[in-house]
């Protein structure tokens, strides 16, 4: 495991800034989740995390000797090589001994779920395949520092699960920094959210952070129909919002609280359909956040 501090990192092309003096902390141990439109900097933002593109601008520290890993958005293979001999190939390119790299190339191919593939060609690969032996590729020299370029976005439904489980498992010992436009997903594995637009950072913190700061929970009580929706919010001295059949109360120390609105609900005994709890969504947090900037 370890910590990365990332200070003003920038990088242009002519005139234009396509990562812009992004500051963010990668603490050892935890998964940060880069979410952001397409084209908002988060492949050259990890390239250059990764070595892979040097900075206009900007410092990326590191605890020294720490080891990278890198998954890109689509990783190449060569076609005619079977998965144990790529893999092997890629565990000496990493820096591992020739005699020790196929026992280690066997081992993260059991653990990417390619033990019955090892010698198969990847030419013959299928999309979720090719994913696997991509994280086995950025995972087989057991990195402390682990950047992955979108790793479940092409995948189905299965397959992403199988990625994200197998990804918690590498974050006991590893820093996670991954991409990804899946909001599911990254609610499920993340100790910090990055939200990026145009190359800036315009939102980031652990998920309850940005929860707080933009869920507006409410609650909902549903009527039988629209007019009887209406004519009740109506009739009460405080102003909440109507949609269809519903009206929605916000959850605020301000605003008339639930139990005051039961009292007239009661006193009136009108019908209802249901009462619940409303709260928006990483998705739509993210479509607000980036909307607003
Ligand atoms: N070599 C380059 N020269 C000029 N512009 C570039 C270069 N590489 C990337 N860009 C521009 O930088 C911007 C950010 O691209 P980047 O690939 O980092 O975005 P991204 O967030 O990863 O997008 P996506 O989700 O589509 O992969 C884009 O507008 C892209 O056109």
């Known amino acids: 495991m370890s910590r990365a501090e990332v200070e003003r990192l920038t990088k242009h092309y002519g005139q234009e800034n396509v990562v812009e003096e992004l500051s963010f902390v990668l603490e050892n141990g935890t998964a940060t989740a880069l979410i952001g439109p397409n084209g908002a900097g988060k492949t050259t933002s990890l390239s250059m995390l990764a070595d892979l593109l040097s900075p206009s601008s900007g410092i ?13 958005q689509y990783p190449q293979f060569f076609p005619w090589l079977t998965a144990l001999e790529f893999l ?21 191919l059991e653990f990417v779920g390619l033990a019955t593939a090892i010698n198969k060609k990847t030419g013959a690969f299928s999309g979720g395949m090719k994913q696997r032996l991509g994280l086995a590729q950025a995972i087989v020299h057991q990195p402390k520092l682990l950047l992955l370029d979108e790793p479940i976005s092409a995948l189905d439904p299965t397959g992403r699960r199988e990625i994200m489980t197998l990804l918690k498992t590498l974050q006991q010992d590893t820093t996670i920094l991954y991409s990804t436009h899946i909001l599911n997903d990254a609610e499920e594995m993340t100790d910090q959210l990055l939200f990026m637009k145009d190359g800036r ?3 980031q913190g652990s998920l309850s952070e940005v929860k707080n700061r933009h869920a507006d929970p409410h609650i909902r009580i549903r009527f039988p129909n629209h007019n009887q929706a209406a004519s009740f919010v109506g009739r ?23 139990q005051q609105v039961l009292q007239v609900l009661a006193f009136e005994n009108q019908d209802i359909l249901g009462i619940d709890f409303q709260t928006v969504s990483l998705e739509e947090i993210f479509m607000k956040v980036v909307a607003a900037k």
Not at 60 to 72: Q, R, S, V
Not at 237 to 244: R, T, V, Y
């Open 236 to 258: 009460l001295p405080w102003k909440l919002e109507l949609k269809g059949d519903a009206i929605f109360l916000p959850v605020q120390k301000s605003s008339p609280t639930m």
């Open 201 to 203: 950072l315009i939102e």
């Open 88 to 108: 092997e190939m890629a565990a000496k390119i990493s820096g591992i001994e020739a005699k020790k790299a196929r026992l280690q190339a066997i081992r993260t």
């Open 60 to 72: 990326i520290t590191m605890a020294e000797g720490t080891t990278i890993g890198f998954l890109p």
